[in-house]
């Protein structure tokens, strides 16, 4: 098998793909309609955060290895790992994945195996990824191979993960399936399940959709906590001493690529039947209002400054996508709360309001608001946090926090029925 590999979308997942098969000595280019990503990858630089990423990147591209473009080329395989966004409705935006293959087909030869990446709503594969493909006289399964491999990874270890973990395969039938296999065996070590199209394309979606459900029973948890005056943390732990009880944890909602938006994708397809799966999309998107309404009743007077730490959706990455953070701060600043935030790794360009340093964040504010689980967030100086703060009090909704100094007061998911007044609060 010749190995000449076209990547198109040099994201969070197509440029780790692309950087993995470079280093398993295909010759690869990778393909993106940012010219900055294309033009940092020709320098073995990279545009997104990822551990190790832009050592291995550095590596491959000096090997001449790895490559980058606009525009496609030929290849005797191409992978599609472009976003798929939900519109306003929540259904699915194919527009990437179909706008991507369309602009493979000048490109294809006889025996090439396509394989799209992008996570999709069932069926998609056969009933418009075929299709664009039949339309240019392809007999897709015969002399051209189509399969869809889910990304299955997790930020901050995409590399590790890539090779280790177990790779669902589904053609578009056996063939396909066989062919697809064949190249991720380049170097993924973890099993390669073959199974089809559409097989592949509900399991993707179930993972994303388990986690979902099983978070919203969590923050459910929280809120009736809260009401009843109950530790939610403490509950979840004496829970999970059960032998067959995995209680995940609450937080301030769920966000990323993958968890907030997948479960749609089946809702989508059968609204009538998804009723547990629409409900769970419910209450994590009420969290954010949730966390605003403990807000409030620390802080009272908006004009009393917030300090706002994290803005990603998980702790140490730099994705901002679908973030309850983003959200939170975003219905912070309508409101008309006076907030400072900091995300050490998030760049200005990212966001459209100002970031600050940790001191300035802090300094003169009545609350810490903690909405990401970053290393550096877990061991937050207690010195400055008193010295500088006007009142030293945390609202940790990742609890992910431990204080020593007695005179922090600490709020997470143990305690927020303590949570009274500023006013109350000082006094005491």
């Not at 703060?389 to 609890?399: A, Q």
Request: with cysteine; charged share 20%; proline share 5%.
């Amino acid at each position: 098998m010749n190995k000449n590999l076209c990547v198109v979308g040099l994201g969070y997942i197509g440029l780790p793909t692309a950087a993995m098969f470079a280093k398993s000595n295909w010759n690869v280019v990778g393909v993106d309609v940012n010219p900055v990503a294309v033009e940092k990858l020709n320098r073995g630089e990279i545009h997104i955060e990822e551990v190790g990423l832009g050592e291995l990147v550095k590596e491959v591209v000096k090997e001449e290895n790895l490559g980058a473009q606009l525009e496609p080329t030929y290849a005797d395989c191409f992978i599609i790992a472009v976003p798929t966004p939900h519109n306003e409705d929540h259904t699915a935006n194919l527009d990437y994945v179909i706008e991507a293959t369309k602009s493979i087909l000048p490109y294809l030869k006889e025996g090439n195996t396509v394989i799209v990446e992008s996570t999709i709503p069932p069926r998609t594969i056969n009933d418009i990824v075929a299709p664009i493909i039949e339309e240019e006289g392809w007999n897709v399964g015969e002399n051209l191979f189509l399969a869809h491999c889910p990304e299955r990874v997790l930020p901050g270890r995409i590399l590790i993960e890539l090779v280790e973990n177990t790779r669902i395969v589904g053609g578009v039938n056996q063939k396909s399936a066989e062919q697809a296999t064949e190249i991720y065996r380049s170097f993924v070590k973890g099993e390669i399940l073959i199974t089809s199209a559409v097989s592949a394309e509900m399991s993707k979606l179930m993972e994303n959709t388990y986690r979902d459900v099983n978070i919203a029973l969590a923050n459910e948890l929280a809120k009736v906590s809260e009401k009843l005056g109950v530790d939610a943390l403490e509950v979840i732990q004496l829970a999970n001493h059960h032998p067959r009880v995995n209680l995940h944890l609450p937080g301030p909602g769920v966000g990323g690529h993958c968890l907030a938006v997948d479960p749609y994708f089946i809702i989508e397809k059968a609204p009538e039947q998804a009723v547990l799966i629409s409900n769970a999309r419910a209450i994590n998107n009420s969290m954010p209002s949730f966390v605003i309404d403990q807000v409030k009743k620390l802080l009272p007077q908006k004009a009393s400054k917030l300090a706002v730490l994290g803005l990603t959706y998980k702790g140490n990455i730099d994705d901002v996508r679908e973030s309850p953070a983003m959200d939170i701060v975003n219905l912070l600043r309508t409101e008309g709360y006076n907030i400072s935030v900091h995300d050490p790794h998030v760049q200005p360009h990212q966001v459209e309001f100002e970031l600050s340093s940790f001191e300035d964040a802090i300094g003169d504010a009545e609350c810490i608001l903690i909405l990401t689980d970053h290393h550096e967030f877990k061991t937050l100086d207690e010195t400055k946090v008193v010295k500088l703060m006007k009142y030293p009090n945390v609202l940790d909704t990742r609890n992910c926090v431990q204080f020593l100094n007695e005179q922090i007061k600490y709020y997470n998911y143990s305690n927020l029925f303590e949570i009274s007044s500023q006013k109350e609060v000082i006094m005491k």
